[in-house]
């Protein structure tokens, strides 16, 4: 019978020793929002899901995968039917409840693997307040942050450099593809980019971010909801995407086991 991996199906004894292992706790975190005409509401949910369920899959040895935070921060999407957001406060607090939860049954390392842009910020918070507020060594990634990600996905790109790949694009379209294709209507998939910036202050999904740091209501940069050109997806992208994320959470699994807690010193 092969190793349990999935925190849920674990017995309580499972989960001690997997704790007395090392083992890293993988957290997904994501949300539920609009994903423009031809995408589900829950892609950065499933996205995040399968990056996380391949990656603890491959290292079922030394990480336990935690069912996910399902809502997130998206106050920003509500003009679009569809969006569940939590409020800020609730949701930090919610995350270092369920890393101080994890950390109190013993696991020393805790990996929280992000799915949701606007969740960004939050999720830095919660793996820094679990960080000085108990034992646990805790750190927060995008997953299309991951290593390698970034490399794979500028390879496959044929939408814009900057903006093509941001939200219900090329990359999260490709990715929903290789996962559930029944499920994406492509013949609603429509190639909306918000802005054509003269200087690259803006972001990009995996072109990384320029210096403003900055969120509109998406109804007032979108009219679908679609920032980006999901017309140049596949799934063929989305299998070599999803493989190299799964690699990169993969390599930080082993990052997290291997990197020792620092010595306080008080100075006072």
């Given at each position: 019978m092969a190793a349990k991996y999935r925190y849920g199906e674990m017995t309580w004894p499972e989960i001690k020793a997997a704790a007395q292992a090392q083992s890293v706790a993988v957290v997904p975190v994501a949300t539920i929002e609009d994903h423009g005409l031809h995408l589900p509401v829950d892609t950065d949910l499933r996205l995040c899901g399968e990056v996380t369920e391949r990656a603890v899959s491959q290292a079922g040895d030394r990480?336990?995968?935690?069912?996910?935070?399902?809502?997130?921060?998206?106050?920003?999407?509500m003009d679009f039917p569809g969006p569940i957001s939590i409020g800020a406060d609730t949701f930090i607090k919610y995350g270092v409840d369920v890393c101080r939860s994890?950390?109190?049954?013993?696991?020393?390392?805790?990996?929280?693997?992000?799915?949701?842009?606007?969740?960004?910020?939050?999720?830095?918070?919660?793996a820094r307040l679990t960080t000085v507020e108990t034992s646990a060594l805790t750190a927060a990634v995008n997953y299309w942050a991951a290593p390698g990600v970034r490399e794979v996905a500028e390879s496959l790109r044929e939408s814009e450099r900057v903006g093509g790949m941001n939200h219900a694009c090329e990359f999260e379209t490709s990715a929903y593809l290789a996962i559930a294709p029944q499920l994406v209507d492509m013949t609603k998939a429509r190639h909306e980019l918000s802005y054509r910036p003269s200087k690259n202050y803006w972001t990009d999904l995996i072109a990384g971010d320029g210096p403003l740091v900055m969120m509109e209501n998406w109804s007032a940069l979108s009219q679908t909801g679609v920032m980006g050109d999901p017309t140049k997806a596949s799934?063929?992208?989305?299998?070599?995407?999803?493989?190299?994320?799964?690699?990169?959470?993969?390599?930080?699994?082993?990052?997290?086991?291997?990197?020792?807690?620092?010595?306080?010193q008080d100075h006072h």
């Open positions: 990480s336990v995968l935690v069912p996910p935070i399902t809502h997130g921060y998206s106050p920003h999407h994890l950390a109190h049954h013993g696991f020393s390392r805790i990996l929280i693997v992000n799915g949701h842009g606007s969740n960004t910020p939050f999720v830095d918070i919660i799934a063929e992208k989305g299998e070599k995407l999803l493989a190299a994320a799964a690699a990169g959470i993969v390599e930080l699994i082993d990052e997290m086991r291997a990197r020792e807690p620092a010595k306080r």
